[in-house]
């Protein structure tokens, strides 16, 4: 799996997280577009990690 691969998915994971945070006013809603925000960066970070350690 290319980087090109892992952010565009992430970036995708990322605003749709983000969407769903300044549309539902409803909290638990809102703390889970949080939390989906969030798993993009993690999968981002994991991502490149595989990325830059095959470089070697």
């Known amino acids: 799996v290319g980087h090109q691969f892992v952010l565009l998915i992430s970036a995708s994971i990322f605003c749709i997280g983000a969407v769903g945070f300044l549309i539902r006013k409803n909290p638990l809603i809102m703390f889970m ?3 989906l925000m969030l798993n993009s960066v993690n999968f981002l970070l994991i ?8 470089m070697d």
Not at 47 to 54: A, D, K, R, V, W
Request: proline residues 0%; charged residues 10%; aromatic residues 18%.
């Open 33 to 35: 577009s949080v939390e």
């Open 47 to 54: 991502g490149y990690s595989n990325f830059l350690q095959s």
